[in-house]
């Protein structure tokens, strides 16, 4: 094992508290995705990744940073990664899924304030993230209230740059975000020193639009029934793909997908039998917020698709390549996030016709929506999905949850009467 902690020192890491958060992780991972039965051989890398999460990335991220390159820390699907890479970047996304330093995030924002913000403040505040201390900008958005304060916060710490997400998808609000695509572009610019090329945006046009491909081949594969992957070893691969190096995220991500197609072949699936097939949908799960994927799974049912930022939503759609120049480049990559449907917008019928989509493509039993507590946009948002369930008769349940485990039992007790509802219905 090598030892880290004077590359964190260096970082400004507060060592004790880190290698308290150090201890937590590995039981935390043991228990919700080592512990599941029948992986494919494939995940040993994500396996990998994962345990040197603050170890061995982190280096290349230094190593990258002393090369004379940059580092860009996001919090939203809507950041486009593609000009940072061509900004010879590295994009790491720093949203938070654990709970850490909640007192000390409670005397700047209000207690009640969704968990996914409150931890990310707790990270940076209790100088436990080697991720947003290797940052060299941070890029907000304006999509959620709790998220516009909190840059303003983070402003105070670190450089932020802000990018002013429309609520709409009119036509001016198109021209205001492709404005704001060329705003990022030259923020970068001036942040490197460097004018960015045709070339390098194409080029990273083409190694994000590869990511995504095997991503969505990976989710493809996920309409196996009896499922070749669990829903949690998915989900574990989409929250990676948000820190990991992309070239090499994709070529593992797809050699996981050829074994896969030959279990499929073979008749080899986890578990080995048919089960309910639960579609998530809502909030993000930031790493390592498992909590809710793990009481589905360990209830007996698989969760086949996840209409999630940490998850479809993040890969759905490519940037388009074919483009005369790079004012052609840079609209494409515009429209391609423009197309990606969260709460914050309205209306947003279109995440619901995805919802509905999914439901028929992935052939789904039953929907979970999941809202972090105080999250406005899903939490509303969530009657919505629910009216239209209803109506097309698909079995729904709405959780709303943090990041605590003190809503296990109360949880659990809800996701097991859903699936054994589930369960007696496919049995009549
Ligand atoms: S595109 S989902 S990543 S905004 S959970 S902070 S919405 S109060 S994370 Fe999101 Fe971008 Fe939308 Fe996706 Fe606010 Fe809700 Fe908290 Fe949220």
Redesign the pocket.
Same mark, same amino acid.
């Given at each position: 094992m090598t030892d880290y902690h004077d590359m964190w020192k260096e970082l400004g890491i507060d060592l004790d508290a880190h290698d308290g958060l150090l201890e937590v992780l590995p039981p935390m991972y043991e228990e919700n995705i080592l512990s599941q039965e029948g992986r494919p051989g494939g995940m040993e890398y994500f396996d990998f990744v994962f345990s040197e999460v603050h170890g061995l990335r982190i280096k290349e991220l230094v190593e990258h940073r002393e090369a004379g390159a940059v580092v860009v820390g996001t919090?939203?699907?809507?950041v486009p990664e593609e000009l940072i890479i061509a900004a010879g970047g590295i994009c790491v996304g720093l949203?938070a899924g654990a709970q850490v330093a909640a007192e000390e995030a409670e005397k700047y924002l209000p207690r009640n304030?969704?968990?996914?913000?409150k931890s990310s403040l707790g990270f940076k505040l209790a100088k436990v993230c080697p991720y947003i201390e290797s940052c060299d900008l941070l890029v907000g958005?304006t999509?959620?209230?709790?998220?516009k304060k909190?840059f303003e916060m983070l402003g105070e710490l670190q450089p932020v740059h802000i990018m002013e997400?429309p609520q709409m998808k009119l036509e001016h609000d198109r021209d205001l975000w492709r404005k704001e695509i060329r705003r990022m572009l030259e923020r970068m610019e001036e942040m490197t020193g460097k004018k960015i090329g045709e070339k390098q945006i194409r080029d990273a046009i083409r190694l994000v639009n590869e990511k995504r491909k095997a991503l969505l081949r990976l989710e493809e594969l996920r309409k196996s029934d009896p499922p070749v992957i669990s829903g949690r070893d998915a989900l574990l691969i989409d929250q990676i793909a948000f820190y990991d190096d992309p070239a090499r995220l994709t070529e593992k991500i797809n050699a996981l997908c050829d074994e896969l197609e030959e279990r499929k072949k073979a008749g080899v699936s986890i578990g080995g039998a048919h089960r309910p097939r639960i579609l998530l949908s809502g909030? &993000?799960m930031a790493l390592p917020n498992w909590k809710v994927a793990t009481l589905i799974e360990t209830s007996g049912a698989v969760v086949a698709m996840d209409e999630?930022?940490t998850g479809i939503?993040?890969f759905d759609n490519l940037v388009e390549e074919d483009a005369a120049d790079t004012e052609a480049l840079l609209d494409n990559i515009a429209d391609r996030y423009l197309n990606?449907h969260?709460?914050?917008f309205t209306p947003n019928r279109e995440r619901i016709e995805h919802i509905k989509q999914l439901v028929e493509d992935y052939d789904i039993d039953a929907v979970v929506h999941y809202?972090?507590q105080?999250?406005? &946009?899903?939490?509303v948002e969530a009657f919505s999905v629910q009216r239209e369930m209803e109506k097309e008769g698909v079995p729904f349940l709405y959780l709303e949850t943090d990041y605590s485990s003190e809503d296990t039992g109360q949880l659990t007790t809800r996701i097991q009467a859903l699936i054994e509802m589930v369960g007696c219905a496919e049995k009549a």
């Open positions: 919090f939203c699907t809507y949203c304030i969704c968990a996914l913000i958005e999509t959620c209230d709790g998220k909190y997400v909030c &993000p999630m930022c939503r993040y990606i969260c709460a914050i809202s972090l105080f999250c406005d &946009p899903y939490t």
